[in-house]
């Protein structure tokens, strides 16, 4: 099964600055048709995660170009420009390119 | 709009078990694989299985181990999950989710349901 490992555990970050969030596959999640699904998610406290990138760097419908996504193989990003407060949470990397599907351990963002 | 709406959760004794339903609405049910996920109280995230749209291809995560079963009712617009032979560590919340054609990833969840398994 692929590990998903994300660095940092937790961040705090000051509003208006960036954050970065890595995540490291245990193999390599370039799938055979050559497209690699890695996603981002984000879960706000007492909410469902909800989805922000898709296959490594593609923002998903409404969310802003503050977030985006990089990385290749096994190593992937996911950047913040200038944090907000709506940004709290929790963020999950996941790859669904190997079953079964799985989910890094997840980071805590607050802010400082 | 897409819509799922997850019940059935609630107080169950190890051992025991349960059927999880996902009502979806919003889109046309039977073109789309789904799925369940779980988190933990820890907060940690757990794909259990998936379903494809027309409800022949099922695929398991390794520790349900027979289990727990998904299916699907497409005229009803019903997802579900059995759960058997519960265990304390099935403790969770049960999303149902929607695959994103072709990205791999889950664009719509559902609000959750709450597992608890405890004597």
């Known amino acids: 099964d692929i590990v998903m490992t994300q660095t940092p555990l937790s961040l705090s970050v000051t509003l208006g600055q960036p954050a970065s969030i890595s995540c490291r596959s245990s193999r390599s999640l370039v799938h055979d048709d050559g497209h690699t699904y890695l996603s981002w998610l984000h879960q706000r406290p007492g909410q469902p995660p909800r989805l922000l990138i898709y296959?490594?760097?593609d923002r998903f419908s409404g969310v802003p170009d503050r977030f985006s996504g990089g990385g290749s193989g096994r190593d992937f990003t996911l950047k913040i420009s200038r944090v907000e407060a709506d940004d709290v949470g929790l963020y999950f990397c996941m790859q669904a390119t190997h079953f079964p599907i799985s989910f890094g351990q997840g980071t805590r963002l607050e802010i400082k | 709009e897409v819509r799922l709406v997850e019940s059935g959760g609630g107080l169950f004794k190890p051992g025991g078990s349960l059927r999880l339903s996902c009502a979806a609405s919003g889109f046309i049910f039977n073109t789309y694989s789904m799925h369940w996920v779980r988190q933990t109280p820890g907060k940690r995230l757990t794909w259990i299985s998936r379903i494809t749209g027309d409800g022949t291809t099922k695929k398991y995560a390794d520790f349900v181990q027979g289990r727990f079963t998904i299916s699907r009712d497409n005229a009803r617009n019903t997802l579900y999950l059995q759960l058997t032979d519960l265990r304390g560590d099935d403790s969770a919340v049960y999303y149902c989710?929607?695959?994103?054609?072709?990205?791999?990833?889950?664009?719509?969840w559902g609000p959750g349901t709450l597992v608890t398994v405890s004597s």
């Open positions: 296959k490594i760097s």
């Open positions: 989710t929607r695959g994103y054609y072709g990205t791999g990833a889950f664009a719509d």
